[in-house]
């Protein structure tokens, strides 16, 4: 397969997420669910190999876009499944999904009420022995970080996030219903930013 097929296959999925893909923690059928799906650039190996598709975003033009590229695969486009909304309040019931995807979302977070929030809705719609997989900004590795108001960082090139900390590993650890399902993952690029990739596994 030539890396133009390959990327036609793949679309520009996330390194970390494709990792899980090939260590077969996705089995076609599966119901999943993007959270924070931008115009759906994790979606597309999901959508061309039998996956049951869900998607959520809050830029109505994302999932406007999310929506076009899934029918362009023949994939079911049903308004229940591409839909606008926020991570703080996900419009799907309790224990739906067998995998939930947020990447590059949560350090969004407006403050840590917010971010664990987020957190709570993420493992309330994934089924018990269900995956989690987050990929977000860290504090980890970051030089200078400048702490402000509500538990957020001015970076470097003076963006504000709110980062994954050694304090948020420690209540996640403390949480009943979720255990990690593999060790954590952190990508530091100097200059840029920090990021870990979590998955985790929502217990009985």
Known sequence: MTSSELNRELGNMDIHLLDQVLKGRFTPGMRILDAGCGEGRNL????????????????TTAVKMARMQAATLGANVESCRFVTGNLTGLPFKDNFFEATISINVLHLAGDEDAFYTCFRELIRVTVPKGHLFIKMMALKGVEHPEKTENGLYKLPNDSVRFLFSDAILKEIENLKEVTYAESLRYEIIPGKGSWVFLVIRKKN
Not at 46 to 58: E, M
């Open 44 to 59: 597309i190996y999901f959508l061309k190999n039998g996956y049951d598709v869900y998607a959520l975003d809050q830029d």
